[in-house]
């Protein structure tokens, strides 16, 4: 049988006659036993361990490591069985469920005369089985066509799309979802609100400046609390003991792309560097069926077993939590984990999550801490990189020591996949699917914990490309307040009253904070100029007085947090860069007005952040453990 064509690669180990030999008395399980005589080296299925003896390959392990390519070793398996290798012909048949199909890698095909009745697509640990059965007649090999379990999917994927897709989404009831935006009840206290404003400013705009800078102060007072609590809180940092590889879990890895053909290979070098068993990883790269570049760029790439390409159908919404739920329904690992496409998460990023996860049976998900890598690209990305700092080295384990729930970032959440099928997976209506997913997990009792572990990501330089991506964060945040308050009772019962206030705090400030900070920053400062100007009431004292220490507060729990930040990342913040604070934030307000027009136009849209654009690349910043240091 001729093997010329690219199929069949393979890594082969030249060894000295003697070694060979012995290799080839070695016995090898039923799985792999019959490869020697199908032209494939015996060395290959053998690992060197130096001075100690060599050890035979598990199955798994040589497809996810590339040793052997899943179609070559499962061509070899039907030709050695007798029965027809599957390329989708005949069809499925019509009572095919292609959800449980899928799960277990078996389906029934078309009856034709004198052609298999079934298709089976048996993952490693499931082969020795196939063949056992094969050869005691318990099954009959011309009764079967075999496919690889990667190939199968595709087709089941391809022919029944639509099947799949009825269980991979839509998982959420409507009132936990943002497909539909604001309820009837929302929208009638909404439009109260605007009328009951617009009454007062014409009868009295006195009183109705004094109840919205009292809204105001009570909004930006909640925040600063929140944050200078974080700030200061330091909860002692978890270090459980190592889990052997023998004991570590399944691995679903889950990679989002979209026109992402020119990082992908960065990408895949960076996934590889992970300090984890490779037979245990399964990486789902998801691209869009109409994203013709980026699937034909990972083709090319001729990646092992342990990838697989997923295609996600065309539908609507085309956005990141649609593709993630899509993966998830073909998860094979007991953990999954998000990155994105222009992630460098740390080696043992994986290990650490395994083990903590292993040390604390309660734990759900764990969120390691973003940072930028490109952050001297130019001033916006030098501030991109404080303001993550901050979130994910400061305010992040701070809630955490405070037992409150704390954001999820858009990349590096490690999940129970049992707790996040749990919570109804991503809602895909929503743009900033982290933050709602969060929150959510938080309301069903699932705990959260901050990961001692990195991710370096590119921070987009341009204001362009930065301002797009802040327009869907701020949205995305929105559309989190709309949902979670369609029911305010629900949801102060699932949360109770301290995490209630926090959740509420976080993401009230997210929105009105940004919306309407300029404006209380130049009332205050209209206040300081116009102080000495004719006589005050006492009321006007007072509130002079609580807007300075205000504002004072609001300066302090930006600067304070920022310079520590700064110290853990080893950022060179100079005084020139916090003058630019002000410049940065007055961009964020002015994306989160473009956030609220958005929403009422394009509530869904997701718009592209594009990745792979820094001129140069820099060596990651290691965090410091201590300031001292």
Not at 428 to 436: H, I
Not at 525 to 549: K, L, Q
């Amino acid at each position: 049988m001729q093997r010329a064509d690219s199929r069949w690669s393979y890594d082969r180990t030249f060894l000295p006659d003697k070694e060979h030999a012995d290799l080839g008395t070695r016995e090898l399980p039923l799985e792999l036993a019959f490869l020697p005589a199908d032209d494939f080296s015996p060395e290959l299925m053998v690992e060197s361990g130096g001075a100690t003896p060599r050890a035979v390959w598990p199955l798994d392990r040589l497809l996810n490591e590339g040793k052997i390519t899943e179609e070559a070793y499962y061509h070899a398996l039907a030709t050695h069985l007798g029965c027809e290798y599957y390329s989708g012909d005949p069809p499925l048949a019509g009572s095919f469920d292609a959800v449980k199909g899928l799960r277990c890698g078996v389906g029934p095909l078309e009856p034709r005369t004198a052609r298999p009745r079934i298709v089976v697509a048996p993952n490693a640990q499931f082969v020795p089985r196939l063949i056992e059965a094969t050869r005691s007649g318990s099954i009959r090999s011309g009764s079967f066509a075999l496919a690889s379990p990667q190939r199968f999917a595709s087709l089941v994927r391809a022919y029944r799309g639509p099947e799949l897709l009825d269980v991979a989404l839509d998982r959420l009831p409507a009132s936990l979802t943002a497909r539909e935006g604001m309820t009837g009840f929302q929208t009638a206290v909404a439009g109260a609100v605007a009328i009951l404003a617009f009454f007062l400013g014409v009868l009295n705009f006195e009183v109705l400046q004094t109840l919205s800078s009292a809204a105001l102060w009570l909004i930006f007072s909640a925040s600063v609390t929140l944050r200078s609590m974080a700030a200061v809180a330091n909860g002692p940092e978890i270090f459980p003991s190592k889990v052997s590889d023998d004991d570590l879990p399944n691995y679903t890895v889950v990679v989002a792309l979209y026109r992402e053909a020119g990082v992908v290979e960065d990408l895949v070098k960076s996934i590889d560097a992970l300090d984890y068993p490779k037979g245990k990883l399964d990486i789902k790269l998801v691209v869009e069926q109409r994203d013709v570049e980026t699937f034909s760029r990972i083709v090319e790439l001729r990646l092992p077993g342990r990838y697989e390409l997923v295609v996600a159908p065309l539908g609507k919404p085309q956005t990141k939590p649609r593709a993630l739920n899509i993966a998830l329904s073909s998860a094979r690992g007991e953990l999954i984990v998000v990155y994105d496409a222009e992630d460098i998460p740390a080696p043992d990023q994986l290990r650490l999550a395994a083990s903590r996860f292993a040390a604390d049976k309660d734990l759900d998900c764990l969120q390691a801490r973003l940072a930028i890598r490109n952050h001297s690209e130019s001033w916006l990305s030098k501030l991109f990189a404080i303001e993550y700092a901050i979130l994910f080295d400061v305010i992040n384990p701070g809630l955490c020591a405070l037992d409150l729930p704390i954001p999820l970032g858009g990349s590096s959440n490690h999940f129970r996949v049992r707790s996040l099928v749990g919570v109804g997976a991503w809602d895909e209506w929503n743009v900033t699917e982290d933050a709602d997913l969060g929150v959510r997990l938080s309301r069903f009792g699932y705990r959260v914990k901050a990961l001692d572990s990195d991710t370096w990501e590119e921070a987009p330089f341009e204001v362009g490309n930065w301002f797009r991506q802040r327009v869907r964060w701020q949205k995305g945040w929105m559309q989190t307040l709309i949902v979670h308050t369609r029911r305010p009772i629900f949801f102060w019962r699932d949360l109770g009253p301290r995490r209630a206030v926090a959740v509420t705090t976080f993401i009230v400030g997210a929105i009105f904070g940004c919306l309407f900070w300029p404006a209380f920053a130049a009332g205050t400062i209209w206040r300081a100029v116009t102080a000495g100007e004719g006589p005050m009431s006492p009321w006007r004292e007072m509130s002079d007085v609580f807007t300075y220490i205000l504002a004072l507060s609001g300066v302090w729990t930006i600067l304070l947090p920022a310079v520590i930040a700064a110290k853990f990342r080893r950022l060179d913040v100079t005084a020139s860069v916090l003058l630019l604070l002000p410049v940065y934030y007055l961009l964020v307000s002015a994306a989160t007005w473009a956030a609220m027009l958005d929403l009422a136009l394009r509530p869904h849209y997701w718009a592209k952040t594009a990745h792979g654009r820094s001129r140069h690349g820099q060596t990651p910043l290691t965090r410091r453990t201590q300031l001292s240091t």
